[in-house]
């Protein structure tokens, strides 16, 4: 009886220590389901940031070369734009010039026609004869 006892007292604890352990595995499994799903789930969010982060990397460099050929026009614009100015101011100095000329040709041409006509009247008064 005493050895049955015990027999039936080990098989009760190895039948605790049985549910345990299946619960312990049950246990295990399902936080390893758990956590297979977390890394699939981790999985898909570094795919999809691995897809965005490439979209924004193209975005970026066609942003950067639009930028770049903008820059370029624009340098391009301004250089011809101050050639023209350039052009322009050299011009308005010449013209400035021949007009600064002409205007002291023409001064000098009235002084010249003023000298003549007081000379003509001088000498018309000196030429008629007093009449009396």
């Known amino acids: 009886v ?16 049985f549910k345990r352990f299946k619960a312990d595995r049950e246990r295990h499994e399902k936080q390893i389901r758990e956590l297979q799903t977390e890394i699939d789930k981790n999985k898909q ?9 490439k ?48 205007e002291e040709e023409k001064a000098a041409a009235q002084r010249t026609n003023r000298e003549i006509a007081l000379a003509n009247a001088r000498t018309a008064k000196s030429t008629t004869v007093p009449t009396s």
């Open 2 to 17: 005493k050895r049955l006892e015990d027999n039936v007292l080990r098989l009760k604890r190895e039948e605790n220590g």
């Open 45 to 53: 969010q570094r795919t999809s940031l691995q897809k965005r982060i």
């Open 55 to 102: 979209e924004d990397q193209d975005r970026y460099r066609e942003w950067r070369q639009r930028h770049h050929r903008e820059v370029a026009q624009l340098k391009k614009t301004c250089q011809k734009a101050e050639l023209s100015l350039r052009k322009l101011t050299t011009e308005n100095e010449h013209l400035r010039t021949i007009l600064r000329r002409r």
